[in-house]
């Protein structure tokens, strides 16, 4: 026994050194060029809803793009029920803030797909305009030139999985509107809210972003208006904030950039598990907002 | 040039080529990179000062030494050792704990050795946290049989340490929670996560020292094996416990009966962890347990003591790891009143910390219900050691040891 343990222990310890050297990494939510599985799947989805409006005949009149915030606070379907002859898409992606720039290539690939001059209003929602108090700013460190590997990064569970076999959705959405379905996993994890605890993010950078944004959205649509919109957020009357909100409306305004930028909400029901992801409720009631706003694109 | 010849030497050359090693392929140069380095120095200062000025007052020196971490504790300059994940607050004294415990042993028996200061001072054991108050070189026996025999050990400990331990800190948002279930689970789980950290970083110290050449305690024996408080102790954190025993509990017991003695060396336990509200409860809850443990033994109560230990080592660990004063009252008060969040919270833990939360109450639960077994009964994890599950952990290994789940530390090496 001793002799044929030993054997399966080399043999094991080879998989595992030779795993060392082969794996590559999976892309995660920090990876900023490449998306993620789910992400790759979201995509595909988004493509397959996309190219449906044209096989149905029908024009591209608005698009919603940010990250989980859009996802969950804005409804497609609504803006084109209340426009009778307008159709919107939801083509937020979660966890794609980090990403921004493989996400417009994403964009632009899939423009290909519908009439790109029909589309007169894009709503960009974006977490950026605040920061997470623990995040760590990953941009700036240094990464190491080479590394000592005694642990691969993903578990070989892991990677054979992610090779082998396809993934679900994390949050199955509307495949016609692209929306987040409420009736899927993600009113599971919706749980009673917690206080905004974000802070500001640096102004001046989330302008130039937003700057770049619009320029390469200009590129696919020509003929859009590019909302840019500061997530709604729970009541926080910190002066930090309401200082911040000012200093955003005067420098877009400088800037010619347009701005959705809401006071922070008094309504308690509206938020899940957060305070800037929105329940069912609070995305009809900002989504009812947001159509007053650009409904003079559609007069 | 004596000392270049002892193999205590050799392993701290070699344990400082591979801290470094890692270090410049991690992150760049900082204080925090060269820490390890600073243990040594002052082990010389202490051998140095011992030698010159202090040898005849070795008892209070080896009092000073042990309590000098409690000190810093006070003063706010190292941190308390609660369990938590937290960096090093003064590189500076990285490791004071474990090699002020060391020399203090050994000053109060008056064993001191100039050589030992490369094992006081070795980078492998401050790290991890054991304390090698004894050693033997073992070269005389030869390699292949120092592997077969020490390689087993290493692969317990890898398993227990990255397969089941860092994947259970997930669960540790349970700690703000004051309702009662969820104070008892996270009593549970973080009981598990400390046993399987430190007894898997204690076990591969154990296994790297034996392969190269040199024998040091085993530092967890089965806890779980046990019946009583007095029979866990025995298995958790030996080398502590065995440091507690010369300079706390014999000299105490020459002068104060049993229970002064007891309460005696857990409150120096409490003080050596950190000064603060929750570990002098925590000393004095554990010394009542005992005292009482023995009483019950004595008369022969051994399903009262049993049923004594499993809620001892829980609130126990409740205790140890709750520094804010005000809400371990409220867990303490065991309130049911306060909202249960588990179900909610558990949605968002990764599958794998589940798994390793079953691997890990399945292992204490085999340690627990087959005490009496062949492979358990020496309490030195020879079922672990046997080839067919030996198979079984190396493919764990292989197939998890890449998981990013859980926050990756060393629980006992925090200071």
Redesign the interface.
Known sequence: ??I??NI??LL??T??II?LFI?EPIPDEDDPYNFSEYQLLQIDRHKQGIRSISQRGAKLSGIILGGSNAMAGLSARMMSDNKHNEIFYNYSLAGSKKKINIYLDSLRETSLLVDKEAVKVVIFSDLMFFQDNKSVNFERL?Q?K???KI?????????LRYKFIPVDPLFPRDIEFGDLDWTGSYS??C?PPESFNMTPNNILDIKQRHLMIRNSIKEIFPNSKIYFMVPSISNNSSDLLLKYSNDIKILYKESNLLLILNPPRTEKDIFCYSGFYLNQKGRSLVTDEIIEIISPEFN | MKFIQNGAFRLYLLSVFIYFAWVLTQSEFTLESVKILFPLFFSFVIIFFYKKYLEKFNKVFAYFLFFSVSLTSLFGITNVMDGSYALSTNPILYGLAFYSAFFAFHIYKKSLDRKFIWIASNPILLITGPIAFSFKGITYIKIKKRVSYYFPFFLIGIVFFKVIATPLTPFFELINSTNVIEVLVFGIIFELFVYFNFCGLSLIVYSIFGILGLKIPLNFKQPFSSRNMIDYWRGWHRSLSHVLKILFYLPARKKYSINVALFIVFLSSALWHGVSANFFLWGAFHAFCFIFSVKLLKKDFKLFSLFLMVPAIIVGRIIFSETDLDRLILKLSFSINSPIEIINLFKNIPTLSFLSLLLGILWVSLEFFLKDLRFFKERSYKFLRIPSLQICLMILFVLFAGSQTGIEYAVYSQR
């Open positions: 026994m001793k044929y343990k399966i222990l094991l310890f998989i595992y795993y794996e240094e190491p080479f590394r000592l642990f691969p990064s993903t578990s070989l569970l892991k990677f599971d994890v749980r």
